[in-house]
Nanobody, 122 residues
Framework: QVRLVESGGGLVQPGGSLRLSCAASGSIASINNMGWYHQAPGKERELVATITTSGSTNYTDSVKGRFTISRDNAKNTVYLQMNSLKPDDTGVYIC????????????????WGQGTQVTVSS
């Protein structure tokens, strides 16, 4: 089985910064795309950022210039650096990854983490 575990959430003031991490573990053959999602209280989950194996990135408009997604392939880990945080950024941040698992190394499936809470408040 594959497990994704997020960390780094917490309480910050508006304008502050946080760095989220998501580490994948298990019988991993390879990891393709990875991403971060945001779910505000009472709202639907929305895509924040994605990154390919080679490092190509995409961001939703609301976080461009403030958030940066990156990955460390050797550690099977994806990061989200969040700067200039706003109250609207509050919510649960969930990572996902397209993973190939031994012995089915020719196909991938999507796995999700449990999420980490981010609260932006004065």
């Amino acid at each position: 089985q594959v497990r994704l575990v997020e960390s780094g959430g917490g309480l910050v003031q508006p304008g502050g910064s946080l760095r989220l991490s998501c580490a994948a573990s298990g019988s991993i053959a390879s990891i393709n795309n990875m991403g971060w999602y945001h779910q505000a209280p009472g709202k639907e989950r929305e895509l924040v950022a994605t990154i390919t194996t080679s490092g190509s990135t995409n961001y939703t408009d609301s976080v461009k210039g403030r958030f940066t997604i990156s990955r460390d392939n050797a550690k099977n880990t994806v990061y989200l650096q969040m700067n200039s945080l706003k109250p609207d950024d509050t919510g649960v941040y969930i990572c996902n990854a397209d993973v190939a698992v031994f012995p089915q190394i020719w196909r991938t499936r999507t796995y999700w983490g449990q999420g980490t809470q981010v609260t932006v408040s004065s």
